[in-house]
């Protein structure tokens, strides 16, 4: 079965970096595109990255672009969130998921908590 | 890359139908047909509930249908049960080939 597992996640002081990794199996993983979306503590879903199945294309959303990279590595099984000049507002449980063949995201994770504060 | 519209809170009674919308721009949901559903218990992660507008992945329960009128997806939940009280998200893909989610719904089963 498909299973996602993040980890990465913890405390940080603002301004400073973190990497998410998010190891995948139970499918091919090099077949598939990969997402990170997030969860701000009693918020919404946002969504932050999307990579392509080879890494070739990747596209952020404009809250986290130029600060955030995604990135993976398929003979790993592995994707990955490279955190930079973090703020209070990227506080949140941060997802790794799949990407369907239809535009949806059809396998999550079960999140990483990250903590940006003073 | 503003967030999809949902309505904060629907609720109804068990045996019930509710819709839940989910209103965008002709950037997005109006853009395409690959607006999708998720629903979420309190503590988990989602669950995938819809693809394409009106397709529903195996093992989700028929009472589940989605539709879509211009810029606006739609949700419906028929023959409304009690393990259907959780919150709800719509997403779909832009032209800009990034993904935005809705504001969430909260559903309740009174």
């Known amino acids: 079965q498909v299973q996602l597992v993040e980890s990465g996640g913890g405390v940080v002081l603002p301004g400073r970096s973190l990497r998410l990794s998010c190891a995948a199996s139970?499918?091919?993983?090099?077949?598939?595109?990969m997402h990170w979306v997030r969860q701000a503590p009693g918020k919404g879903l946002e969504w932050v990255a999307v990579?392509?199945?080879?890494?070739?294309?990747?596209y952020y959303a404009d809250s986290v672009k130029g600060r955030f990279t995604m990135s993976r590595d398929n003979s790993k099984n592995t994707l990955y969130l490279q955190m930079n000049s973090l703020r209070a507002e990227d506080t949140a449980v941060y997802y790794c998921?799949?990407?369907?063949?239809?535009?949806?995201?059809?396998?999550w994770g079960q999140g990483t908590l990250v903590t940006v504060s003073s | 890359q503003s967030a999809l519209t949902q309505p904060a809170s629907v609720s109804g009674s068990p045996g019930q139908s509710i819709t839940i919308s989910c209103t965008g721009t002709?950037?997005?949901?109006?853009?395409?047909?690959?607006a999708s559903w998720y629903q979420q218990h309190p503590g988990k992660a989602p669950k995938f509930l819809i693809y394409?507008?009106?397709n529903r992945p195996s093992g989700i329960p028929d009472r589940f249908s989605g539709s879509k009128s211009g810029n606006t997806a739609s949700l419906t939940i028929s023959g409304l049960q009690a393990e259907d009280e959780a919150d709800y998200y719509c997403?779909?893909?832009?032209?800009?080939?990034?993904?935005?989610f809705g504001t969430g719904t909260k559903v309740t089963v009174l």
């Open positions: 998921a799949r990407a369907s063949y239809t535009y949806a995201v059809d396998y």
């Open positions: 139970g499918f091919t993983f090099s077949s598939y595109g």
């Open positions: 990579i392509w199945n080879d890494g070739t294309n990747k």
């Open positions: 002709s950037s997005d949901v109006g853009a395409y047909n690959y």
């Open positions: 394409e507008v009106n």
């Open positions: 997403s779909s893909y832009t032209i800009s080939s990034t993904y935005v």
